[in-house]
């Protein structure tokens, strides 16, 4: 079993900047991928980034160059960092767990954290 706890959502102009926290906790694995997706109202879910730790890192061409994940290990931390957000950014964000080397198809979810990008 793993937890998955989000924070950091809110509200934000178009052009800036918010930081979103994971904290995981549970069980450990050899072989998992961790990520995030989003959902917005009348849209699929969107896997937005995974890190596989047999693959590396993988971001959508909706947010590359503009999203990031560090992460802290030590502290079972993973984070979203967002950069020059637009109004399509706003939606709900989810920390996500995946078995195997691709976030395709996730274990376990987080509550989700909202984030809304006004123009």
């Known amino acids: 079993e793993v937890h998955l706890v989000e924070s950091g959502g809110g509200l934000v102009q178009a052009g800036g900047s918010l930081r979103l926290s994971c904290a995981a906790s549970?069980?450990?694995?050899?072989?998992?991928?961790i990520g995030w997706w989003r959902e917005a109202p009348g849209k699929e879910r969107e896997g937005v980034s995974c890190i596989s730790l047999s693959v590396g890192t993988y971001y959508a061409d909706s947010v590359k160059g503009r999203f990031t994940v560090p992460s802290d290990v030590a502290k079972n931390m993973l984070y979203l960092q967002m950069n020059s957000l637009k109004p399509e950014d706003t939606t709900v964000y989810y920390c996500?767990?995946?078995?195997?080397?691709?976030?395709?198809?996730?274990?376990?979810w987080g509550q989700g954290t909202r984030v809304t990008v006004s123009s």
């Open positions: 996500i767990f995946a078995y195997g080397d691709d976030c395709i198809d996730p274990t376990f």
């Open positions: 549970g069980s450990t694995f050899d072989d998992y991928s």
